[in-house]
């Protein structure tokens, strides 16, 4: 459920692009700086305002250009040394025109596998899971034989098992760029065991731990699975009991229902601009995101459950650092350093941690430094909103480099103005790469 949109529109940016592929997702960022214009890289270092806290004048204007570039919607929360700024532009509703606002309960998509990893890492303190021993041990009839046996815990939560993602067959008609697998799905309830059954019969896309991985949702069915096995209770109960109320999240929960809980946006899909004009696809059944990305939050409870993880207040420093330990894994075509459940971006102005997660209709992003200190969380919705050329390449939107330069001024202070001059091509984007759109 990680937006590819959002990682391949990275991938572009800068002239480095070639040497940020191959080290991964935190040097794309990176590389749009190194040849930016000096004032560029020194302008508000920090990232605050005359007063010591965000430029909320900026920020606003920031949010402004992304709605006025494209987008339907979008809201975000910055933190800044204890300091909060929050703000939305656009309309929630294409059709009432009815505002956006910062609070709005979102689909966050693969943001959810952080969540599954911080519940599984608080297993493994507890002696209850050993991440490097075979998921075989745990479930031998799910995964068995030779797979069980090479397939190890930790290489389902950093994408190194090279189980097949289950998106192309649970949702048949996006290989065929068709959206009729989404309406027909819409109210279907999926079980684990069936979208695993799916991953595993999806061709392998390597050997087990073979460096780099693949970015697949079945890993994170099958942890959901394995939380289930060692302690008994259900996985979605357990996040929520152990990890969501630890952190002190109100306004995040797995829903019960296909409708999002609380004040929220509609979710418009174009799918490259499949479906036109855009459909709403904010009534769902999440069971095909389940343990992968199901989840709905708030940009506020986003920064408090990151800044809570890396502050070591819901697993210990010693699983903190096992979560950081991280491995070149593509997705979709575009290298990131991921861990187990976060991933690491490198800016101008310092690393940062965390996720970001796409459903039909949903973005999101939410990164932290590694002390909770500087973070942001935003979410827009209108989602796979670019077109896709003669080549099979995606066409870049002025909205991707508007958020980029969003990104770049919540967390470094200044925009991106080599994103703006570099039109490199994107990452070619053939049908059967088409699933990993939505992951």
């Not at 109210?187 to 595993?200: I, N, S, Y």
Request: glycine share 10%; aromatic share 8%.
């Amino acid at each position: 459920m990680t937006s590819l949109r959002f990682r391949t529109l990275l991938s572009t940016v800068g002239r480095a692009r070639r040497l940020a592929l191959a080290t991964g997702m935190g040097a794309v960022l990176a590389a749009a700086t190194l040849t930016a214009p000096a004032a560029a890289q020194t302008t508000s270092a920090t990232g605050t305002s005359q007063d010591g806290g965000p430029d909320r004048q900026a920020l606003r204007k920031s949010l402004d250009a992304v709605h006025e570039a494209g987008m339907y919607g979008i809201y975000s929360q910055v933190r800044d040394q204890g300091q909060t700024w929050q703000g939305a532009s656009g309309v929630a509703d294409v059709d009432t025109r009815r505002p956006v606002r910062p609070d709005m309960v979102h689909r966050v998509g693969s943001i959810t596998k952080t969540f599954v990893s911080v519940a599984i890492l608080q297993q493994v303190a507890r002696g209850a899971i050993d991440l490097d021993a075979p998921i075989g041990r745990y479930l031998p009839d799910l995964v068995p034989g030779d797979r069980g046996r090479r397939i190890t815990v930790r290489m389902l939560l950093n994408h190194t098992s090279h189980i097949g993602d289950y998106i192309g067959s649970a949702f048949p008609s996006l290989l065929e760029g068709s959206a009729k697998s989404l309406d027909d799905n819409r109210f279907r309830t999926f079980t684990p065991k069936e979208l695993v059954g799916m991953g595993l019969a999806a061709a392998p896309t390597g050997e087990p731990g073979a460096i780099p991985g693949s970015y697949s949702n079945t890993n994170y069915i099958l942890a959901g699975l394995l939380l289930e096995k060692v302690t008994g209770t259900d996985a979605e109960r357990y996040i929520t009991r152990n990890v969501i109320r630890k952190a002190g999240l109100r306004h995040t929960s797995f829903p019960r229902t296909p409708v999002i809980p609380g004040p929220h946006s509609k979710a418009y899909e174009s799918l490259f601009g499949l479906i036109d004009p855009p459909r709403d696809y904010s009534v769902y059944n999440m069971s095909w995101g389940g343990t992968a990305g199901a989840i709905v939050s708030t940009m506020d409870d986003l920064n408090r459950f990151y800044r809570a993880l890396l502050r070591g207040e819901l697993v210990g420093a010693a699983q903190v650092a096992e979560m950081q330990k991280t491995v070149t894994v593509l997705a979709g075509g575009a290298a990131i350093n991921y861990g187990l459940g976060l991933y690491s971006l490198d800016l101008p102005c310092g690393r940062f941690w965390g996720h970001d997660g796409g459903v039909f209709g949903m973005i999101t992003q939410s990164l932290s430094s590694p002390d909770g200190s500087r973070q942001l969380s935003f979410g827009i919705n209108l989602a796979k909103y670019q077109r896709i050329d003669e080549n099979g390449e995606i066409v870049p939107s002025p909205i991707d480099f508007a958020l980029v330069d969003h990104l770049f001024l919540s967390l470094c202070g200044t925009t991106a103005p080599q994103a703006k001059s570099s039109r490199l091509p994107l990452t070619p984007f053939p049908a059967d790469r088409l699933a990993a759109a939505v992951r």
